[in-house]
């Protein structure tokens, strides 16, 4: 389905351990069955390590011979192309959303083996009622015929909507935690709002943990896979 190509540079500074991490996330992702294939990945707050899990995870599975796709659907804020220093112009999921372009035309190929993507696409206004129009679930629907996994980058849960609305479309979703700077409380909030959404929580990542602090692990048990350095 992808047309055209973009080169990827991923700046991130190699951490074998936040590398194994993600590794464990991928083979647990796995064993929520075959038909989990479209999931989102949100957070409480910005600067969590989100869209650094989103990606490192989407290159964990390329390496595993399945096809996956990243959607950045944080139209509001997106760091994909500065982050990832795509040079040329691109067009993206705002402008598909809003019916300016076919859906082949914001389909990336990248440098990553099996790895294809889809920007967020230009600023617009109005993001939570651009993905509850029909076109974003026909996204989904069209692409879940291509891939073996969607990963759906979103904005974060608990001050936006954009989160939830897209969970509704989603097989399931995965919240990113950053250790020590998200209170339980917090946590509960941005669980229950993915639930009342109606995607099944998938689980959580508890993210840039400083593995000398193992005290605070205890707050959130099973939820730590791995530390990320990166936003």
Not at 187 to 210: F, H, P, R, W, Y
Request: aromatic content about 10%; glycine content about 6%; overall charge positive.
């Amino acid at each position: 389905m992808a047309i055209q190509r973009v080169i990827l540079t991923d700046s991130r500074k190699e951490d074998v351990f936040y590398e194994e991490a993600i590794k464990t996330l991928r083979t647990n992702m796995q064993f929520s069955g075959v038909e989990t294939k479209s999931i989102v990945l949100t957070s409480c707050y910005p600067n969590e390590g989100k869209s650094d899990v989103a990606f490192q995870l989407a290159v964990e599975i390329g390496k595993m011979g399945k096809r996956v796709l990243i959607i950045d659907a944080d139209i509001r804020k997106s760091s994909y192309i500065k982050r990832y220093q795509i040079k040329q112009k691109t067009n993206g999921l705002s402008q598909y959303l809003s019916g300016q372009v076919a859906l082949e035309e914001i389909i990336y190929s990248t440098n990553y083996r099996n790895l294809e993507i889809i920007f967020s696409g230009p600023y617009a206004p109005n993001p939570s009622e651009l993905l509850e129009q029909g076109r974003f679930g026909r996204l989904i629907e069209e692409t879940r015929k291509v891939y073996d996994y969607i990963l759906i980058d979103t904005p974060p849960i608990i001050s936006m909507s954009d989160a939830a609305i897209a969970a509704k479309q989603c097989d399931g979703a995965i919240l990113v935690i950053e250790s020590e700077a998200v209170s339980r409380r917090d946590a509960m909030k941005a669980k229950e709002q993915l639930t009342k959404s109606g995607c099944k929580i998938l689980g959580a990542v508890l993210n840039k943990v400083d593995m000398k602090k193992e005290k605070y692990y205890s707050k959130y048990n099973s939820y730590y896979y791995g530390k990320s350095k990166q936003e």
